[in-house]
């Protein structure tokens, strides 16, 4: 069993050096890291989900392409503002909450 443990975390300390590699030779992973709770796995996830940023007008539609925007509904005389609409990539938006309470 504990040569078991042993291995798992020799594999795990590779495996987090080759994410932290990844990161370091990515310009824009780079710049993400400097936000507090913004590690490499994190940055990297933000930047393959993203892909292209010239593809998005603005922020408000990188969080909308994510799911982070508020659902609406419409109808008549009635507005309803509710809570994030979830469309978007599952484990980005639980990276970004991740992030979020590390800070």
């Known amino acids: ?17 080759i ?8 310009e824009r992973a780079q710049l993400l890291m400097t936000v507090p709770g913004v590690g490499a796995l994190i940055s990297l996830t933000f930047v393959s989900a993203i892909d ?15 799911g982070l925007t508020q659902r609406k509904y419409q ?4 507005d309803v ?3 994030i609409s ?10 970004l909450y991740e992030a979020a309470c590390l800070k």
């Open 19 to 26: 994410v932290t590699r990844r990161a370091r030779q990515d």
């Open 86 to 95: 979830k469309c978007g990539d599952q484990e980005v938006r639980t990276a």
């Open 52 to 66: 292209d940023p010239a593809r998005f007008r603005s922020s408000r539609t990188v969080g909308a392409h994510l």
């Open 81 to 83: 503002t509710g809570r």
């Open 1 to 17: 069993m504990l040569k078991a443990r042993a291995t798992l975390h020799e594999q795990f300390h590779r495996l987090d050096g």
């Open 75 to 78: 109808s008549g005389e009635t």
